[in-house]
C-alpha cells in the first residue's frame, strides 16, 4: 500500500513537472514573453525592464528554475488589470466557483440518477430511448447555446429569473442548470450501466428469490453498489466542473474562475490566464491522485497492479 | 425514433451493392444534414444572397421574414451591423467544416503516429510520450486552448493548431493501447522473424490495424472539435470577426437577446448543435460497425 501511494505520488509529481514544462514551453517558444508580460502599448525601456526583472536575458535552464521557484512559493505574477497578485485574485474567485460548481451537480446528479435507474431497470423500453435520446442531447447541445436559450425564454420572456450577476439563489439556477446539463448526461450513462451490471449478480437474484418487492430490490440493494461508481465520477466532475465553467460564467457573468479566465484573456491580462490554466491542471492532477489512493484503499485488487 | 421507419422504407429501393444502407440504424439523416452542410460551405458564394461581412446600417436587426417587419430580402433577418444573417451562416458552415475536419485530422494523424512509436518501441521513448499525455490530458481541453490562444493570437490556421494540440492526447492513449496487443500477435512476431525495420513494421503491419479506431475516435471527437471552436469563437479567442463563424454569431447575438432579438442566437445554436449532433450520431454508428471492441468508449 505504501509502495503504491509512493508511485501514483512519483506519478503526479512528474505530471506536475511536465505541465509546468509545458506551460513554459509554450509561452518561451511562440515569441518573446516579455510582450505578453507587460501592458498592451508598453514602451521599450518597459519591456527592456521586464526583460531584466523576470530574467528574460539568462539562459533558459535558469528561466526555467526561477518560473518553477516563483511556482513552489505560490507567486502566479502580478494581474496587470486588477493590480494584485493572481494567486490572490483566483482563491477571491473560487468560493463563487465551487457554490456553482456544488448546485450545478446536484442538478446533474437529481436528473440523472433516476433517470439513469429508470433506464436500467425498463432495458429497451420507452424509458430507455427517451434515456439515450437525452444523454445524446447532453453530449450534443453545447452548453452557452442551453444557456442562451434558458435566458431568452426565462429572463426575456417569462421574466422570471434574472439573465446574469450573481447574489440571490434565482441567480444561480440558470447558470448551474446550464452547466449541469451535460454532466447529467454522462452520469445517467454510468449510472445505467453500472445499474444493469449489479442486477446481473447473484445477490440481486437471491434477494428477488426471497420474493422481495421490486421496488425494495433496486432501491435498497441494488442502488447501494451501484451508486459507487457514480459518486467515485461525480467527485472527479466536481473539480472538472470548476475548470470547465469558462463558457457557462461568460454567458451569465457568474463571477467565478472561469470568467476571470475570460477577463484574463479579454483585458489581455497574460499571468491571470497563465495562473488559472496551471492551477486549473495542478488541482485535476491532485484529484486523480486521491481517487487513485481512494480506490485502492477500497479495492486490494488495485495495489497489486502496476 | 420514428426516422428509423422512413429510413428503411428509403434504403430498401438502394440498389444491393449499398446494402449496409438498409441495416436498421444507418444514420442516413445525419448523414444527409452532414451531406447538406458540406454542399452548403462548398458552394457558399454561390448560395448566400448577400455579402456575409458587410452589411447596411439602415438595414439593422430585420427580423425573418415571417415576423412584422421581416422581408424576403432577408430570409432569416439581419444582424446589428445590418448583415444578412442567412449570408453568414452559410459562410460559418464553410469556417466548421474546414475547421473542424481539419483540427481531427491533424490531431488523429499527430496522436496516431506518437501513439504506434509509443506502444511499439516501448522503453524511454513510451514513458516520455506517456507522461507528457497524462500531463496534458490533466488540463482541461478548453482552458488549453484559451491559454494557447492567448499567446499566438487568434486566426483560422492557429485555431486548427491549437485544437490539433489539445486533442491528439485521446488518439495517442487509445491507439497506444492497441499497438502494446498488436505487438504480441504471431504476424507482428514474424514481420520480425523476417528481418522487417522497427519503421516498416511500424508502417506496414500496425497502422494498417489501428486505423480503424482512429476513424472512429475521429468521427467522435468531431463533435467536441466543433464545439470547442465554436466556444473558442465565441469568448473571442478563435476565429476574428468579421469572418462568419457560427460561435462569434452567437456571442454578437447575445447583446440583442435581452431586447428579443432571438434570431440572432437561435439560428447559429442550431446550426451547431445539427452538425454537432449528427456527427456523434455518424460517430456511435461507425463505432459500432468498424470497431466493436470501441464499444464502451
Known amino acids: 500500500m505504501k509502495q503504491f501511494i509512493i508511485r501514483r505520488l512519483g506519478y503526479s509529481l512528474i505530471s506536475l513537472i511536465v505541465l509546468s514544462l509545458t506551460i513554459f514551453f509554450f509561452v518561451r517558444v511562440t515569441g518573446d514573453p516579455a510582450t505578453l508580460l507587460v501592458e498592451p502599448g508598453a514602451s521599450e525601456a518597459d519591456i527592456a525592464a521586464i526583460h531584466h526583472q523576470f530574467g528574460l536575458d539568462r539562459p533558459l535552464v535558469v528561466q526555467y528554475l526561477l518560473f518553477m521557484a516563483n511556482l513552489a512559493r505560490g507567486d502566479l505574477g502580478q494581474s496587470f488589470y486588477y493590480q494584485m497578485p493572481v494567486s490572490e485574485l483566483y482563491l477571491s474567485r473560487l468560493p463563487n466557483s465551487l457554490l456553482l460548481a456544488a448546485v450545478a451537480m446536484s442538478f446533474s446528479l437529481l436528473i440523472g440518477i433516476p433517470t439513469g435507474i429508470l433506464a436500467a431497470v425498463r432495458v429497451g423500453s420507452f424509458w430507455d430511448s427517451a434515456g439515450k435520446l437525452f444523454a445524446l442531447l447532453g453530449l450534443s447541445l453545447p452548453s452557452f447555446f442551453v444557456g442562451l436559450l434558458m435566458i431568452l425564454f426565462f429572463s426575456v420572456y417569462l421574466g422570471w429569473l434574472p439573465s446574469s450577476g450573481s447574489g440571490t439563489a434565482l441567480h444561480l439556477i440558470m447558470p448551474a442548470f446550464a452547466l449541469g446539463w451535460y454532466f447529467a448526461a454522462a452520469h445517467m450513462r454510468l449510472m445505467r450501466s453500472s445499474m444493469l451490471e449489479v442486477l446481473g449478480s447473484e445477490y440481486i437474484k437471491l434477494a428477488r428469490l426471497k420474493g422481495l418487492p421490486q421496488a425494495l430490490v433496486i432501491g435498497k440493494h441494488a442502488l447501494k453498489n451501484a451508486l459507487t461508481p457514480v459518486l467515485t465520477l461525480a467527485g472527479i466532475n466536481l473539480v472538472l466542473m470548476i475548470n470547465v465553467a469558462v463558457i457557462v460564467e461568460t454567458v451569465f457573468a457568474w463571477p467565478g474562475v472561469g470568467r476571470l479566465l475570460y477577463e484574463g484573456v479579454s483585458f489581455r491580462d497574460f499571468p491571470v490566464v497563465q495562473g488559472v490554466v496551471i492551477l486549473g491542471g495542478a488541482m485535476i492532477v491532485v484529484v486523480n491522485l486521491l481517487v487513485d489512493i481512494l480506490y485502492a484503499v477500497i479495492d486490494p485488487r488495485i495495489r497489486l497492479e502496476t | ?297
Open chain 2, 1 to 297: 425514433m420514428s426516422t428509423t421507419t422512413e429510413t428503411s422504407l428509403l434504403a430498401a429501393q438502394l440498389p444491393s451493392r449499398f446494402s449496409f444502407v438498409r441495416s436498421r440504424d444507418f444514420p442516413l439523416i445525419p448523414l444527409l444534414i452532414l451531406g447538406i452542410i458540406a454542399f452548403v460551405a462548398v458552394f457558399a458564394d454561390l448560395l448566400a444572397p448577400h455579402d456575409p461581412q458587410v452589411g447596411s446600417l439602415a438595414a439593422r436587426f430585420h427580423p425573418p421574414f415571417w415576423l412584422a417587419g421581416g422581408s424576403t430580402d432577408y430570409l432569416l433577418g439581419t444582424d446589428q451591423l445590418g448583415r444578412d444573417v442567412l449570408s453568414r451562416l452559410i459562410f460559418g458552415a464553410r469556417v466548421s467544416m474546414v475547421v473542424g475536419f481539419t483540427a481531427v485530422i491533424f490531431a488523429g494523424v499527430v496522436g496516431t503516429t506518437l501513439g504506434i512509436i509509443s506502444g511499439y518501441l516501448g522503453g524511454w521513448v513510451d514513458q516520455v510520450i506517456m507522461r507528457v499525455v497524462d500531463a496534458w490530458l490533466a488540463l482541461p481541453a478548453l482552458s488549453f486552448a484559451i491559454f494557447l490562444a492567448a499567446i499566438v493570437g487568434p486566426s483560422e490556421m492557429n485555431i486548427v493548431i491549437i485544437l490539433g494540440l489539445v486533442f491528439w492526447t485521446r488518439y495517442a492513449r487509445i491507439v497506444r493501447g492497441e499497438v502494446l496487443s498488436l505487438k504480441e500477435r504471431e504476424f507482428v512476431r514474424l514481420a520480425i522473424v523476417a528481418g522487417c525495420s522497427k519503421w516498416t513494421i511500424m508502417r506496414r503491419h500496425i497502422l494498417p490495424n489501428v486505423v480503424n479506431s482512429a476513424i472512429v475516435l475521429a468521427s467522435l471527437m468531431l463533435g467536441v472539435v466543433i464545439i470547442a471552436e465554436a466556444s473558442l469563437s465565441f469568448l473571442g479567442v478563435g476565429v476574428p470577426p468579421p469572418k462568419p463563424a457560427w460561435g462569434v454569431m452567437l456571442s454578437d447575438g447575445k447583446q440583442g437577446l435581452m431586447v428579443g432579438y432571438w434570431w440572432l442566437t437561435v439560428f447559429p445554436g442550431c446550426c451547431i448543435m445539427l452538425m454537432v449532433l449528427s456527427s456523434n450520431l455518424l460517430g456511435d454508428w461507425l463505432r459500432v460497425k468498424l470497431d466493436p471492441q470501441l464499444r464502451q468508449l
